[in-house]
């Protein structure tokens, strides 16, 4: 068994990217993750960049596909996971500066409730990162043959969702939530500009501006991320709060990344709810992450941020590094200071975010 002494030698070591091999409790040697030994695919230098470079050069086929879409007179987006929480900040923009009906569903959420208005004169976006997920396929054949006008989204262009849709787009991107919501930006920009509405062109510009806001990010994400992530390497429990335009973030990271990816308990708290039973539970030493928006649906995270310093609890507030960003933009300058953390969190925690026990491997 080691003691308690070589485990916190052990996080010294690995801090430094030092390899250990150590004999755990089992008889199996232990080997310690790295930096120089471990990166997630996803966050393997260039590949922002790259993603960002897929999407923003198919922009002229996004708007085209924009376009097309843009003739209907209600839409639907529908996707499980990451693929889910991307679709928030869309259906967020569309209900606080449009009158254009837009409703979002978890696939297997959509097969639930069936929704019938999901017919002729609707469009359905399909968003599956492998373009294959199951109840996501279930879904589309379902709104297909309700009448709706269908699409797929998915990272490869000959994805089963993308040859089954009236139309699809595949991103190219490595980068997965990074291509999915610069697709999504693009995609109903273009439609809500073409319905006449001003956050259309805004969210296309937000788009254009990713690499230039983006990229300068990444180091300054890594350094604090480094720093931070050792403050929460023994917590096995973790709250992330997040509202408006950010809440999808809150609620990817808290579930697909902290419960999925680090098997932490992880529990994601809308600002809007918090006083509602959340408050009880933020006690002194009580691990929280706070993501924090920009103008006036700021208030509410100041006002959560700040009595729950006073009372103790061990939070750390992401803001977009202090920069002056349109709202628009945070979920993804948010979203470069999260993945960072999970990394750092991963080497504190020696856990391989890849590596699953059940995803993808228990039938359902």
């Not at 492998?130 to 996501?136: A, F, I, L, M, N």
């Not at 998915?154 to 997965?176: E, H, L, P, W, Y």
């Not at 720093?227 to 609620?251: C, H, P, Q, R, S």
């Not at 700040?306 to 945070?330: A, F, R």
Request: glycine share 10%; net charge neutral.
């Amino acid at each position: 068994m080691i003691g308690s002494r070589c485990i916190h030698q052990s996080f010294y070591f690995m801090h430094r990217g030092i390899r250990l091999g150590v004999i755990g409790a089992m008889g199996e040697p232990v080997t310690y993750l790295t930096e120089e030994s471990y990166r997630p695919d996803w966050l393997k230098d260039g590949v922002t960049e790259a993603s960002l470079k897929a999407v923003l050069g198919a922009k002229v086929e996004i708007q085209r596909l924009g376009r097309e879409l843009a003739k209907a007179e209600r839409f639907y987006l529908v996707g499980s996971g990451g693929s889910y929480s991307v679709q928030f900040p869309v259906r967020y923009l569309a209900e606080k500066y449009t009158d254009i009906p837009l409703l979002q569903y978890s696939g297997w959420e959509f097969l639930e409730r069936i929704p019938w208005a999901a017919n002729e004169g609707s469009a359905c976006v399909f968003i599956s990162q492998s373009g294959k997920t199951k109840e996501v396929v279930r879904a589309q054949e379902w709104a297909k043959k309700n009448g709706a006008f269908t699409m797929g989204l998915s990272q490869k262009q000959d994805s089963v969702i993308n040859k089954a849709g009236d139309i699809g787009f595949g991103t190219g991107a490595r980068g997965v939530t990074m291509g999915k919501l610069t697709t999504l930006y693009l995609l109903f920009g273009t439609v809500l500009k073409e319905k006449g509405f001003e956050v259309g062109g805004r969210m296309i510009k937000a788009a254009e501006s990713l690499p230039t806001v983006l990229l300068p990010m990444i180091p300054k994400a890594m350094e604090f991320a480094k720093k931070t992530a050792l403050k929460f390497k023994d917590d096995g429990e973790m709250y992330v709060l997040g509202g408006g335009i950010n809440w999808g973030l809150a609620y990817q990271y808290a579930i697909c990344t902290l419960q999925e990816m680090c098997w932490i308990h992880a529990t994601p708290i809308n600002y809007s709810e918090f006083r509602h039973g959340p408050v009880e539970m933020f006690t002194p030493g009580v691990p929280a992450i706070f993501l924090r928006s920009r103008g006036n649906e700021g208030e509410l995270e100041k006002a959560v941020v700040n009595w729950c310093t006073k009372n103790g609890v061990k939070g750390i507030v992401l803001d977009s590094q202090g920069g002056e960003v349109d709202n628009l933009l945070t979920p993804f300058t948010l979203f470069v200071e999260l993945e960072w953390l999970s990394y750092y969190l991963s080497l504190a925690k020696n856990r391989d975010m890849a590596q699953w026990r059940y995803y993808d491997k228990v039938e359902w």
